[in-house]
């Protein structure tokens, strides 16, 4: 017996409960794509125009366990993950889960990536990654050499200052300093030649080198240039001239000046005499001996022109006076000998001449009183006539 087809009623209903199971599976699977991509260093994969990117960032396989430094972008938001071969990184934070990574093949330059994303993602285009351009951090050393004095006497020390500058933008590492030590001179006690330099000097840093020489020989000298070595790089400073002077010998100058207060006189006048000694050289003058021999005519009377003197400092004087008187006249001037430690032989000093001449004798002294006693015989004689006349 054939049985009766259904009415269209329950046929309705097994359509609708087919349908309501078709719609409960679709909700809880999703439709995916599976794609794998070989990717190097630096590039990455843009979807949707950049609603995600995923970058590589590193590929490392240092021993046996190579590895590949993902980041993740979307949403403005940014995120790293190491991938291992065949190991899922377990991208499970809001927003980045909305792919899944998986690399099955790493080298040193080239990973392969699978990527499991939504099949409404069209294809991902393939991009170079920009690298940011980092400065690069260069050193740049300046030199400069200086000296205290650039003329000096023999036997003196004279002071040098090296400024170390790093005038550019990174640390300068393994430095050396070359510096020679010059014609002319030696090295002063108490300072270390070369100078020490530190082995590195930070970007902006300032060294100041100093060290002390001793000029042993006169003349000219030109310092050399002092180098700084920096990895491999040097600078070179400015080199310098200077000028050794000879040693000033320490001894004693003296003068004598005699001077008269008077060119002319008469016999039996006297004269005064003023004699000055005066150190001019740069030590004391000692054992100053001053002595002299009156000239025939003339002679002394008052104080004595020989002197003595246990030391003169340099830059001064000594000072004493006579009197002299002439006996006789003529052309006379005063000369002494000057004797010290300095010049045992001594040297002569004169004065400038006196003239002597002889005084004129007035007779009328004599001449008068005579005429007066003439005239007084005469009255005499001239009143005793007189009286005999009568």
């Keep these: 017996m054939i ?3 259904k009415n269209g009623y329950d046929l309705l209903k097994k359509l609708s409960f087919l349908l309501l199971i078709l719609l409960v599976f679709s909700m809880h699977v999703k439709a995916v794509r599976n794609d794998s ?4 260093n630096n590039t990455g994969l843009d979807f949707m125009n950049g609603y995600y990117k995923i970058e590589i960032i590193e590929i490392g396989k240092p021993g046996d366990m190579p590895f590949v430094k993902v980041k993740l972008i979307t ?82 020390v004279v002071e040098f200052k090296i400024v170390v500058e790093n005038t550019g933008n990174g640390t300068a590492y393994n430095l050396s300093l ?11 006690q108490g300072s270390k030649f070369p100078p020490a330099i530190p082995e590195e000097l930070k970007a902006g840093g300032r060294l100041e080198l100093l060290f002390a020489l001793k000029a042993v020989e006169p003349g000219l000298y030109n310092i050399e240039p002092a180098i700084v070595k920096y990895g491999s790089n ?3 400073s400015n080199s310098l001239s200077i000028t050794i002077l000879d040693e000033k010998e320490e001894k004693s100058n003296l003068s004598t000046v005699i001077t008269l207060d008077k060119d002319s006189i008469f016999t039996g006048e006297s004269v005064k005499v003023t004699v000055k000694i005066t150190n001019n050289g740069n030590a004391s003058a000692e054992s100053v001996l001053i002595e002299g021999t009156l000239q025939k005519g003339i002679e002394a009377a008052e104080g004595d022109l020989r002197q003595v003197y246990k030391k003169i400092d340099q830059g001064e004087s000594e000072e004493y006076f006579a009197t002299l008187k002439a006996v006789e006249n003529g052309n ?59």
């Excluded at 003239?355 to 004798?361: A, C, N, R, S």
């Design 178 to 188: 070359s510096e020679n030590l010059p014609s002319g001179f030696t090295k002063a």
């Design 75 to 156: 949403g403005g938001l940014e995120k790293q993950y190491y991938l291992r071969e065949n190991e899922d990184p377990s991208i499970n934070t809001e927003p980045f889960n909305k792919i899944n990574l998986n690399s099955s093949f790493i080298t040193q330059t080239v990973t392969k990536i699978t990527v499991e994303y939504p099949d409404t993602w069209s294809t991902p285009a393939n991009y170079t990654v920009e690298i940011p351009v980092v400065a690069e951090k260069i050193p740049n050393i300046i030199l400069t050499k200086s000296a205290d004095r650039t003329e000096i006497d023999k036997g003196d």
């Design 332 to 390: 006379f001037s005063i000369k002494l000998k000057t004797s010290y430690s300095d010049d045992s032989t001594g040297f002569f000093s004169s004065s400038d001449p006196v003239i002597v001449t002889e005084k004129e004798k007035n007779y009328l002294h004599f001449l008068i009183p005579a005429i007066l006693i003439m005239a007084g015989i005469a009255l005499f004689i001239m009143k005793r006539h007189r009286e005999y006349s009568f």
């Design 37 to 40: 991509f070989f990717l190097q």
């Design 3 to 5: 049985s009766k087809p």
């Design 234 to 236: 040097s600078a070179q």
